[in-house]
Structures are given as structure tokens and as C-alpha cells.
């Protein structure tokens, strides 16, 4: 194998062969395919993509890299589901325990918030003690024990993967959809899942911000997913705006119990409960959306999600006192409101922005050393279309430091506009993806 | 400076700053900007090429990586030939002595064979004794002393250069015009000329085969070098089939040898004196090509040319008696002549695969690290319109052992192809280009 003729093949459109791709994987891994090699071909494939059977074979060979949940005679449905990232979106700390409650096995393995998007495991480390550094076996266990677990990428997922992910980060060819899939899909499919999720965002604040990319990116890890029994489903989301109120580690801790409550923000239950429902339909234990709903709905009643929730932290090593008393979480001493300066209608609430003064606040992250405070964060009372008078509170700033909050007021007060007429903003939930192909949500 | 942003910027079609590439380049040259971003930035300039600007900047950046020839007080004009390379193309062996024994001084930089295409240095090489490897300070003392020098590329040039052309060579990130441009004028402004001729190639042999492209470098680089005080014009001239008869190291020296006596292949000599005639314009020894043609035949028929030849072979340590007796130059044990196996007319030599038989009789690279035999080789005397008796020769093989030449038979035999009408052609000489534009060789 000459790795520069293949590079040259992929660079001029050619396709590598199943072959070809599993033995560069492999040598990748191994340290004998240079990094500078493996920079060029990523972006050959940025420009110039991957044939399904190329797309096939990678994602294989990253799968094939590591070990793997098994669930040997595991008899119950095992979904995950997966989100392409937003400002302010824990819908998987309410779906796990949710989908728990339900019988539904969810082995969920997450991300950190990296630029402008938070990250699941940034969250749930605002729990003190929480541990989501699981081993694969440790994480079977307690998933087969209480329904759920939620942790990192261990290094036995998919270390080709993790190695190629951490080039394509330093080298500007993160944002090609067949290598995007093949990331997600390689550790997803490691989860022994029999059912998966997708929540692919569109909007100004998403990663991939145009509904057509997002519904390629969508199609792409559908076919993945389906071809190798793991039967696929995904939802385009709304990121045009944050998705719930709080933004922020520890506030999103408090928001998510409060939905698991039956007390969250209108548009989080909206988008928790569709995503939801799509997974209990890929579990198979309801055959209609309006049931699947209706079960959702029951577990958040009786207060056995929530239940589910506190098992969880508690097995993973955190206080399992902040469900019922979420002011143990770690709290930032300083509050600054943000004012409307006019009055008018909510015209843009714009997540990127947003993210960005998190970071600036310390909760988010510019690199991935970098460390986040669990306490900081914004609480974002305004949507689009909210109709606002002089002086009505927008936002709430929670910071380490007056200096500090004081830093990010103007970044966030531009980040929500308002204006004289109503804005168009984008459907909570737009489209339906399956392998039958995409709907308007609603629609089917 | 963030490296990834830069690519990123790039990738999506923008532009770095001079300010920009200079900083890479000075980091890169460092070792502070690690190979696989360059590499990944190379794919990008491979797919969005470079702005005017942009190219202006890495040229002149990794041109700064190093020293030059400085020519202080030399009076005398200073002028190159540069080629895109070929097979059987020794023009560079005629020019360097034939310009310096009309008065312009040659301080001519090479390089080596790689794939299919020969390299200067190897064929000088071939002459017992004779060293390439001589310093810029050698260099320039030389070529004062005795109008030429014909050197490879030292660590004193361009080592930013050096290292990039190194990694783009093992990424598929050569074939891009700008980086090519970058490359050849970076080492060729670092030799003080006055004036530049670039011969290039096209042809099924050429590194660009479509004349399209092969322009678009000639105009490239002709600005690059105009802009510098350095007046470039460039010929587009024929590698549809190879030049002159002698294809190998010692054969093309003494092909070289005979062509200086004025004994030279037709097609050898016609590609030669254009150039000349080019380089005499230049240095303004003459101000029309007639008169520049009658200057460069006469320096053949006195033997200055062959003297100035004698002296650098002398001057560079090789064996001079060579220039008098070429039969000292190594010569292969083995010699199986290739005959036509039908009558009819010549349709096509093609060069890459006969580059490729030399390459198998160990007379070329595949790789930079390889090492070359000086005396293998092939005698190609077909050429395209050439009307052939069955039983006649095509080529004449020049093997180390009669395995080695049976290996290659089959080869050869499909590279020159015998059909029933004349050929296509190219015309050996095709296009004219001048930083006023191309025009038709002839026309103008």
C-alpha cells in the first residue's frame, strides 16, 4: 500500500477500495500511516467525500478499532441517542432517565462542549462526585442493573477514531459530513444498540447550520446505522435559538431535574418529548407516537424517571441529594440581569453569541484542555416572538465576578435583538429522517 | 496565529495575509508548525489555489528561509533554463555550455530523476568523478570563473522549500500551480539571474499534459518572476513522445556531448536552440531570434561550446577526457535491439512508459531515496510519422543483464505504437509566453 497514490486517488474523485481504507485504519492506529498523511487525505475527503462503500468500510474499521458493548442475553431494547450539539440542549439528561423508566435500556456514551456547544459529560460533572469515566464493562453493569449510564468515549471505543478525530480538530477538516458519520457511527454502533436517535440541529447556532446539509448528514448516518442493525431514526431540530432556558453546566443540571419534574421549559419538553417518542418506537415497546407520548408523559407523572435519574448519580459516585435539593449544586456568586432597552418583539436569540459568552464566563471551552466552571452560565428568559417592554429582564448572567459578568453584558445583549415584527424562526422540530427517506415533522 | 483557522480559511475559498504566510512559513521552517497542518493546508491550496498576493508571499517567504547568489559587481548577464521535466530531454547539458560560451554567465540549479521523468543531475552524474553538491560560495566562484555551474539544490536555498516540497511530495499535494510556481521560482530567484527560461512540458508525458494548465504555469511563474526583477518567458514545448534519441544517464551525456559537436538528433537540437535563443533575448547579447540562432551555431561549430563543457566537467571534478572519448562513460554489458513486428507508421512513443522501463532497468526513482545506474537505459529511435519495415528497429535496450532487458521488451514494444496513418503531434515547440501573453511559437 502506497498511502500517497491513495491520497492522490481520493484527491482526483477516485474511491479507495473496503480493503484500502481497513488496512490505512489499521496502520493509523498502529502509528505507521504519518499524521501528515492521514491531515491530507482528510481533507481530500473534506472536498471530495466518501462513496457509500468507502463510508462503510471506515466507519467498520474505527468500529473494529476497540472493544464494544455486548449485552449477551440482554432481552430489553437498547436506544441511545445522539445530538450534533447546541446552547442550552439537555434533552439527554431527561431522555436517559425517561427512556429507563420506560424499560428501555440506554447505554449513553457523550461529549464535551467544545466552542460555542455545551457537552453532556461538562453537566453532569456540575454533580459533585458524578463520575462519567466508566469503564465498558462498569457501564454494561449499570446499565443492565438500573437502565442507564452516562458516560465518556473510553479509550477501548474506537481509538482509531479518537486518533483521527483529534488531527482532524488541529487540521480544519472537521466539518465534512462522511467523516462526521463515520465518527458519530463508529462509537455509537459500539454501544450494542438496537435502536439510535439522532437530533441534527439547523440554524444559525447549529454545526452545520443549512437544513439540507443537516438532512445529508441525517440520511448518511441513517444508512450506516440501518445496514449494520442498528435501525436509525433522526429528527431536525431547531438551534436558531437556545433550547430551554438555562445555558450553563450546574443551571442545565437544575433545568433538567425540573423537566424530569414535569416542570421544564415549554420548547425542552417539546423537542425531549419528540426525541423521545422516536425512541421508544425503535424500542418497540409502543407502535404509535401518541402512545409512546402518553408513556412518556406517565413516567414523569409518577415521578419514576426522575427516580431513575437519582439511581443514576447515585451509582456513578455523585450527591444524589441535589434531585431533591438542587441548591447543592454549585451556584456562581454573582447575578446580573440584562434589560431590554426597548421595548418591541424578540426578534433573534442567537446561540452562537450566546455559547460564546460562556466561554467567556469560563463554563465552556475554547480548546479541549481547557476547563470548565460548573457554575457559571446564563439563564435566557427571552425567545423569539416575545413581546417585551423597556426594562423586562432578557437574561440573567451568573459569573464569578461582577468584572466578569459586566464582561459579557454587551456580547449578550446583542445576541438578542429586538425588533418591531414577529421573526420567522424555524419549527422546534422540522423534518423526520428515516430510511424510507425525510418528512415534514407531523406530516407522517 | 491560530494554524487551523488559517486552513479553515483557505479550505473555504479565502485568503491568508502576507503577513500570514510568512509566519507560517518562518514557524513552519522552525519545526513550530507541525507537518500534518501543512500538509492539510497543501490539499487546500491544491483545491483553492493561491491569490496573486498569496503566491507573491510564500515565494518570497521561503525564497527569505535562505541564502543566495549574490553575483556582486558581475557585469555579465545571468540566466537559467528551468524544465518541467521529460524523458530524453538533456537540453540543460547543451545550454549551460553553449550560453556560457556566448558570454552569459549559468550558475544552473537541477535536480534529480523521479518517476518517470530523468533528472540533470544524474546524467552529469554518470561522468566518473563529476560532483553536484557543490556550495553556493563554490558556486558563484565558478561561474565567474568560467561562465557555468551545474549544481543541485543546497541547504543554503530555500530550505523552507526543501522541507514543503518533501511533504507535499509524500501527501499528492505536488500537482498544484501555485505550490509548484512557489517552488521552482523560490530556488530560481536565489541564483542572482537577470533572466529566466522555463521550458514546459506537454504531452502524455509531461508532468501537466494539457497545454491549458501547462500555460497557466508558465503565466504564473513568468509573473512571479517579472514582479522580482528576474524577466521570465517560457516555452511550451512537445513531451508527447521523448526528445532526441538517448534515454538514461550515460547515454543522454553522450547524446549531449555529440549535440554539442553539432551531431545532435534533429528534435534535440530544435528544442535546444529555442531555448537558447530565448536566453541570448534576455541577456540582451541580441535583439532578434535570427541573430540569437547564428550566435548559438556558431559557438557549436567553433567548439567553444564543447570547451566551456570540458572546463566544468574538469571544474566539478569529473573525468574530461569523456568530452573527447564518450566510450569511457559507463556502458550497460547488455544491448537487445526492439523491432517492429509489422510495417506501417509510427503512431505513438509514449514517454511515461518508456520512462517506466528505464525506471524497471534501474536507471530512475520511484522513490527520492532510490539509487540510479548510470549506464542502463534506452535508444529510442522511432519516432511518431516514422514509416517502419517490419523487422526494423525501434530501440535499442541497455541492460545490466539479458533478464533485465527481456523484462522490459514487452514494455517498450507497447510504448511504441506502429499504426497505418501519421500521427497527431505536437509541434516541438507550441507556444511562446511573455508577461505580455501567449501566442503561437512562430507568430510573434
Not at 423537566?259 to 417518542?277: H, I
Not at 456513578?316 to 447575578?335: E, F, I, N, S, Y
Request: charged share 25%.
Amino acid at each position: 500500500m502506497v498511502v500517497p497514490r491513495l491520497i492522490e486517488r481520493k484527491r482526483d474523485g477516485g474511491t479507495l477500495t473496503g480493503d484500502e481504507w481497513r488496512e490505512l485504519i489499521t496502520r493509523f492506529t498502529a502509528g505507521q500511516v504519518p499524521d501528515y498523511q492521514m491531515a491530507a487525505l482528510a481533507m481530500a475527503v473534506f472536498y471530495r467525500g466518501l462513496a457509500p462503500d468507502e463510508l462503510s468500510a471506515l466507519t467498520d474499521a474505527m468500529l473494529g478499532s476497540g472493544d464494544r458493548l455486548h449485552f449477551k442475553g440482554e432481552a430489553r431494547p437498547r436506544v441511545d441517542k445522539h445530538s450534533t450539539g447546541g446552547v442550552g440542549d439537555k434533552t439527554s439528561l431527561l431522555l436517559a432517565p425517561m427512556l429507563a423508566a420506560c424499560g428501555v435500556v440506554v447505554p449513553m456514551m457523550s461529549g464535551r462542549g467544545l466552542g460555542h456547544t455545551g457537552g453532556t459529560l461538562d453537566k453532569l460533572e456540575a454533580i459533585p462526585g458524578f463520575r462519567t469515566g466508566l469503564s465498558l464493562a462498569q457501564t454494561e453493569q449499570q446499565a443492565r442493573e438500573i437502565g442507564l449510564a452516562m458516560i465518556g468515549q473510553t479509550a477501548e471505543i474506537a481509538p482509531a477514531d479518537g486518533k483521527l478525530y483529534a488531527l482532524r480538530d488541529v487540521t480544519a477538516t472537521v466539518e465534512s459530513i462522511p467523516l462526521i458519520s463515520a465518527s458519530i457511527m463508529s462509537k455509537k454502533l459500539a454501544e450494542g444498540l438496537t435502536g439510535l436517535v439522532l437530533d441534527v440541529k439547523i440554524g444559525s447556532g447549529a454545526f452545520l447550520p443549512e437544513p439540507e446539509r443537516a438532512l445529508d448528514l441525517a440520511r448518511t448516518m441513517i444508512a450506516l446505522g440501518t445496514a449494520r442493525g442498528c435501525p436509525t431514526v433522526a429528527l431536525i431540530t431547531a438551534m436558531d435559538r437556545p433550547l430551554g432556558v438555562a445555558c450553563g453546566n450546574a443551571l442545565e443540571v437544575v433545568e433538567s431535574i425540573a423537566g424530569l419534574r414535569g416542570e421544564g421549559p415549554a420548547d425542552l419538553m417539546a423537542v425531549t418529548f419528540a426525541l423521545g417518542v422516536e425512541m421508544l418506537l425503535l424500542a418497540g415497546l409502543d407502535s404509535d407516537a401518541a402512545a409512546a407520548r402518553r408513556r412518556l408523559e406517565g413516567v414523569i407523572a409518577s415521578g419514576a424517571a426522575l427516580d431513575r435519574f437519582r439511581q443514576m448519580v447515585a451509582a456513578q459516585g455523585g450527591d444524589d441529594a441535589v434531585v431533591d435539593h438542587p441548591d447543592r449544586l454549585p451556584t456562581a456568586p454573582v447575578r446580573v440581569d440584562v434589560l431590554a432597552e426597548r421595548a418591541g418583539v424578540v426578534a433573534q436569540v442567537e446561540p452562537r453569541a450566546l455559547g460564546r459568552a460562556i466561554i467567556e464566563l469560563g463554563g465552556g471551552r475554547r480548546e479541549v484542555t481547557d476547563a470548565v466552571l460548573p457554575d457559571v452560565g446564563l439563564e435566557v428568559q427571552a425567545k423569539p416572538g416575545h413581546t417585551v417592554q423597556r426594562g423586562d429582564r432578557l437574561a440573567v448572567i451568573h459569573a464569578r465576578s461582577r468584572d466578569a459578568a459586566d464582561a459579557v453584558v454587551a456580547t449578550v445583549r446583542a445576541a438578542i435583538r429586538i425588533g418591531d415584527t414577529l421573526p420567522d424562526i424555524l419549527p422546534l422540530v422540522a423534518w423526520r429522517v428515516t430510511s424510507a427517506g425525510a418528512s415534514r415533522y407531523g406530516d407522517s
